[in-house]
């Protein structure tokens, strides 16, 4: 766990893609305890007329640079560790390859652990404290 799911426009690179998934991994594995090798992500570049956002909302502004970043994770984490997760993500993509932090969406879904399987048709993590 977790599962990351990365959505953006195919203006970006499949290179600068990669490193976003990198990066979010790196983040998550310093931020909220990611074990080493627990990489499971799914990353889609679109044709801009399959991205469909507002201008702007809350008081921030859009641009077509926009990168969705959707990771399902166990429950467990404070709210505390939630937003230093959603700083130090949008820190490192801001720092590392330029991007506008209005452009950078995260969202969290929490699911019990006896919501994962990782193979073999098991419940790995449903014993596990």
């Excluded at 998550?28 to 799914?42: G, L, T, Y």
């Excluded at 909302?57 to 990771?71: H, K």
């Excluded at 950078?104 to 399987?117: A, P």
Aim: net charge negative; with cysteine.
């Amino acid at each position: 766990m977790p599962l990351v799911r990365i959505d953006l426009s195919n203006k970006h690179s499949e290179s600068f893609a990669r490193q976003v998934g990198d990066i979010v991994y790196n983040v998550m594995r310093e931020q909220i305890n990611v074990p080493e090798d627990d990489k499971f992500q799914i990353i889609t570049r679109h044709d801009s007329m399959e991205l469909n956002i507002p201008k702007s909302y809350l008081g921030i502004e859009y641009s077509e640079g926009i990168i969705f970043i959707q990771a399902t994770i166990s429950f467990g984490r404070t709210v505390e560790v939630k937003k230093n997760l959603y700083k130090a993500i949008c820190g490192s993509l801001v720092q590392t390859l330029g991007v506008r932090p209005q452009d950078v969406f995260i969202n969290l879904l929490e699911v019990d652990k006896e919501n994962w399987s990782f193979g073999n048709g098991e419940m790995q993590y449903a014993d596990k404290d």
